[in-house]
């Protein structure tokens, strides 16, 4: 009889290993893109006690034990790019996941600009959107488009799907995430994945972990909830995309982070100047890669918005984006001073905005070093007679001379008046002179709500607005 219970328990217990079943979060699938010479993130659950992994490109077994709850979690490190490769999991119940390719990925994440997809909004196009739709068959992009979810507490899994970068794929996906990793693909000449976790309308707040925007609660109009379960709530409630949109994918291999918001805060330059940096260490504090890159977008000129009453916020902003550059570790800025729309939020060049963020990348992640990526950069000034010249770095091979006459200069004196300016390109200065400032003390370049820029250094980069005074400062430092 104890022989017969012995070997019934056996029995039981080979059953339950035989049907042991594995859950993988979504993003985890056949036709994926896992980050190059990395040491890549997978994980899930399992009702067994252990699991495989076996990865084709090396002919590695990974076993992987599974805790108390449930959850498993391990690296796979992957070799240079290539694919298609398979992995295998077992844990009774096998899963194999198949097309999978090794290569550059990159996250993109902010608000509607960019969120907004190659087919564009109603009455809102993206510009040579029928060429590109026309173009698109690069077996080499793979895309990850995440359905937008606010939630409460942070989860674990979100919904999407992989989907190839051609026609079809590419009509609801980010115009900026597409775009880019089509310039990465063709220059590299590897497999691109890009995971999109955007929703337009939403504050920076939103996309914040609890742990860092309790300490600016205080300061911000959106104020925290506390749930006692994952539950959708508002995506403008503080920490509500961080918990359904970013933190599921925390630990996905990942070369960097590419970021276009700011509309939703375009009035508060101070609080996204405490808050910017903090967001982005926190991400990359969470990933545990070290400082990754994390390239993002200047917001472009427009005046479908309020603003303020003695001096632009938005120039204010575009002013703090601009300084930001020089305070965070590892990032880039693709300035967009030439390419807003008067009386659109939503500026139809994006292919625009995805090659420069591309130039920045591939200058500054990969190493191109003769792709020039940064327009003129004020430097400093001086003052002859009733001239003001303007002197730039990032402009050593000269301006672009003006095609006609710039709208886009002023000139004050010491009363802080300041009146139009004519400018001229000298080499790599512009020299600046008005009537009615006959001593000047300071120069302004754009530096309003809405502007059409034209100062660019010769290879085409546009230089951001500036100022050189510092009156009305906010509270955040200039370079």
Do not use: C
């Not at 026309?134 to 919904?159: Q, S, W």
């Not at 910017?276 to 990933?287: G, N």
């Not at 139809?348 to 200058?363: Q, S």
């Not at 000139?411 to 002179?433: H, M, R, S, T, W």
């Amino acid at each position: 009889m104890k022989y017969n219970l012995t070997f019934l328990l056996a029995l039981m217990l080979s059953v339950q290993l035989l049907q042991a079943k594995i859950t993988l979060p979504n993003f985890f699938s056949s036709g994926m893109v896992l980050q190059q010479q990395a040491q890549a993130g997978i994980w899930g659950k399992s009702t067994g006690k252990s699991l495989s992994i076996a990865t084709s490109w090396d002919k590695k077994t990974y076993t992987v034990a599974v805790d108390a709850n449930g959850n498993w979690k391990t690296k796979l490190t992957t070799p240079k790019a290539g694919g298609p490769y398979t992995i295998e999991l077992n844990a009774g119940d096998k899963i194999q996941l198949s097309d999978v390719w090794i290569g550059e990925v990159w996250l993109v994440s902010g608000q509607s600009n960019m969120e907004m997809p190659i087919q564009g909004f109603k009455d809102q196009p993206v510009l040579n959107s029928a060429e590109i739709f026309k173009n698109a068959n690069n077996k080499n992009i793979r895309l990850f488009r995440t359905i937008k979810e606010a939630k409460g507490l942070p989860a674990d899994n979100l919904r999407g799907a992989w989907q190839a970068a051609d026609s079809a794929g590419i009509r609801l996906f980010s115009a900026v995430g597409y775009l880019f990793a089509l310039e990465l693909q063709q220059k590299l000449n590897v497999p691109v994945g890009i995971i999109q976790s955007a929703w337009g309308g939403t504050n920076i707040s939103s996309w914040m972990s609890v742990e860092t925007f309790k300490d600016f609660e205080k300061e911000n109009r959106y104020k925290l909830k506390h749930p006692d379960s994952v539950v959708k709530t508002d995506r403008n409630a503080p920490t509500a995309l961080f918990n359904g949109m970013i933190n599921p994918l925390v630990g996905y291999g990942i070369k960097g982070v590419l970021w276009y918001q700011g509309e939703h805060n375009h009035r508060e330059p101070d609080f996204y100047a405490k808050v910017f940096p903090v967001m982005i260490k926190d991400w990359r504090t969470r990933w545990a890669i070290g400082d990754f890159p994390f390239y993002y977008v200047q917001l472009a000129p427009n005046e479908s918005v309020k603003d303020g009453e003695n001096i632009s916020l938005s120039a204010l902003f575009r002013e703090m984006q601009y300084n930001s550059q020089f305070t965070i570790p590892n990032v880039g800025m693709s300035v967009t001073i030439d390419a807003g729309e008067q009386k659109v939020i939503h500026p139809a060049n994006k292919p625009a905005v995805a090659k420069r963020l591309a130039a920045i990348a591939l200058n500054k992640t990969y190493g191109f070093k003769d792709i020039v990526y940064a327009g003129p950069s004020y430097k400093n000034h001086t003052v002859n007679g009733s001239q003001l010249i303007l002197n730039f770095d990032n402009a050593a091979k000269g301006l672009r001379a003006f095609t006609t006459p710039s709208a886009n200069f002023e000139l004050a004196g010491a009363d802080k008046v300041f009146y139009p300016a004519k400018a001229e390109v000298k080499g790599n200065a512009v020299v600046l002179q008005s009537d009615k400032v006959q001593e000047p003390v300071a120069a302004r370049y754009a530096f309003k709500m809405w502007v059409m820029g034209d100062l660019y250094n010769v290879e085409g980069f546009p230089a951001s607005s500036f100022r050189t005074d510092d009156w009305f400062a906010p509270q955040y430092g200039k370079k």
